[in-house]
């Protein structure tokens, strides 16, 4: 099934369960329904059953959003006192559809108590109190995680083969939602035609010697100095991590996390977030973006580069694998609800790459990795590894064990059943009317209280130049005409502006004058001026602090332009 055909189905209403292989495009459909959604006047309520994936999508984790927390069974009691969290009623009751991403770390337990949930704050019988409920995932990924253990990463922690921890399409709850599978066919990631055919032989559970010859050409027992390195288990990543930054020269330089909202909700997002609450780096630092940049796409979570020093004016450059020279400034995690922002944590999106554990790269894109699954424990782990890499030239491969080209039985069985689905559903879709199916998406966004035909907002159209941003700026533009003038957002104009004075080609006093204000700028002045380390370096984060929350980052990155002239 295409991405197009499965967001038209999911347009209509239906529950949906949308599965594929890796680089397939879930979470870029996802993505478009919502976009859709929000177009129309309809916030849904995003949820994921970990908390990365959660802070991944700005949203909650399906135990927080539920109120059924770390609850391992769901009393009577259990649902009153549910039902008395005003929060959790108030987000249930609004709620018009749910989506659930990384479905396949949820239990069947923990499915089947949502369910509860939410016929019980909504007075209603239906599956999940009448919702439209999009369940987003791979269960060929990692499975569902004994909520006992905090350590995401620990071996004790999988526990798929319990009764209780069993996958959610075991559940009561999956059963009775009876959701429309939309199997996505498409391949985004992987572009070698034979490592592809090698991922799906392990998918059939069809990996034979003749897989284990393919890879034995990628054997080596180091990595290449550009490669991040994947293993199965913290220690081994913190370790070698901490040795090869302490090998570089020098001093670290220590980025601290801030935090802003309810205790809680921020605990949750750290613990969801890829980077550290102390980021330690050094210049030559092999470091990795931890979130995707959804305003300028200068990078995506997943990519890799070295750090390279520091401007004068405090940012930290970055040289991509892909040759690409980039800040890396703070940016924002948030816990959002029906538009608003609960919580926030902002950190600069990085962390060290020399290794990572196999669970946190699940999601990623990576032109390259060397991994050691000698230490594969669980049903998926290896299958996850091998997919986050896009051809077979940039695996390495350190060790290999038995469980790595293994998957679960009971998945490989279901999947069969659920491509099945897939094409029948296409199939059924496929015969009726677009007319009809038009109007079938009309009535949906009527019934959920928006308003159809707003569509989605006009996109706008990014010209990665600074040849352009550059003769407006010599005509004394402000930000906001050339963005105008430009068809792109004002950050980008800000981004175009530092990488051209950091090429020299402007000087802020003679070349941006007209874009002070002065009853501003001065204070913002005064507060990057107050954070200025011995070095000279001005950080962002520091000086916002300083500052009310009227003053953007945008305002700041501009004002620091001037400093140091």
């Known amino acids: 099934m295409t991405q197009a055909e499965a967001l038209a189905i999911l347009k209509t209403g ?84 749910l989506i659930i991403d990384e479905v396949s770390m949820l239990s069947t337990r923990a499915l089947s108590m949502v369910d509860a949930v939410c016929r019980e704050i909504r007075r209603n019988e239906q599956p999940f109190g009448g919702l439209q409920v999009v369940l987003v995932g791979d269960f060929f990924q990692l499975p569902p995680v004994n909520k006992r253990n905090e350590d995401e990463d620990a071996q004790e922690s999988f526990s798929p083969n319990t009764e209780q921890e069993r996958f959610a399409f075991s559940s009561p709850a999956w059963e009775a939602l009876n959701p429309l599978v939309c199997y996505l066919s498409e391949q985004h990631r992987q572009e070698d035609p034979v490592f592809l055919d090698f991922l ?15 890879l034995r050409t990628r054997y080596s027992p180091t990595r290449k100095d550009d490669v991040a390195q994947l293993y199965s288990h913290n220690a081994d990543v913190d370790a070698i991590n901490a040795s090869e930054l302490e090998k570089l020269p020098g001093k670290a330089s220590v980025f601290a996390m801030e935090s802003r909202g309810p205790e809680k909700l921020v605990l949750a997002l750290k613990r969801g977030c890829l980077s550290p609450e102390l980021l ?23 990519t890799l580069g070295i750090v390279t020093g520091f401007s004068d004016s405090g940012f930290l450059i970055v040289k991509t694998n892909a040759g690409r020279t980039l800040y890396a400034e703070p940016d924002e995690w948030r816990i959002e609800d029906s538009g608003r922002v609960l919580a926030r944590i902002i950190q600069v999106p990085l962390r060290l790459a020399w290794a990572m554990t196999v669970h946190k790269s699940q999601g990623m894109s990576l032109d390259a990795a060397h991994m050691d699954l000698s230490q594969t424990f669980e049903y998926g782990q290896g299958y996850v590894a091998l997919s986050r890499v896009r051809t ?111 090429q020299g080609k402007i000087e802020a006093v003679r070349d941006l004058a007209h874009l002070q204000r002065p009853e501003r700028f001065e204070t913002m002045r005064a507060a990057l001026e107050a954070v200025r380390d011995p070095k000279g370096k001005v950080l962002l984060s520091p000086a916002r602090a300083l500052l009310d929350e009227s003053y953007s980052y945008d305002e700041l990155r501009l004002a620091r332009l001037f400093l140091n002239q």
């Open 280 to 302: 330690s780096l050094k210049v030559g630092a092999r470091v990795m973006f931890t979130k995707n940049d959804v305003t300028t796409h200068r990078y995506v979570n997943g």
């Open 14 to 97: 239906a529950n949906v369960f949308l599965t594929g292989e890796p680089g397939s495009g879930k979470t870029h459909t996802v993505n478009q329904y919502v976009a859709h959604l929000r177009s129309c006047g309809i916030e849904p309520a995003i949820t994921a059953s970990t908390g990365i994936a959660a802070t991944h999508i700005g949203g909650y984790t399906i135990h927080s959003w539920s109120g059924i927390g770390i609850r391992r069974d769901l009393t009577k009691y259990d649902l009153d006192r549910i039902g008395q969290n005003r929060n959790v009623v108030r987000r249930v009751s609004n709620a018009r559809i």
């Open 200 to 214: 799906s032989a392990i998918r059939r559970g069809a990996a034979s010697e003749r897989e284990r010859a393919l």
């Open 392 to 502: 077979l030239k940039g695996l390495s491969l350190a060790g290999l064990n038995q469980r790595a080209l293994e998957v679960h039985p009971e998945v490989r069985a279901r999947d069969e059943a659920f491509r099945m689905q897939s094409a029948k559903a296409r199939e059924k879709f496929r015969t009726i009317d677009p007319k009809e199916l038009a109007t079938m998406h009309s009535n949906f966004i009527r019934a959920c209280g928006g308003k159809p035909g707003m569509g989605p907002k006009q996109k706008v159209v990014r010209i990665p130049t600074l040849e352009a941003t550059f003769a407006l700026l010599k005509s004394a533009r402000s930000i906001g005409e050339i963005a105008k003038k430009r068809g792109i957002a004002a950050t980008t104009i800000v981004n175009h502006l530092e990488e051209i004075k950091l």
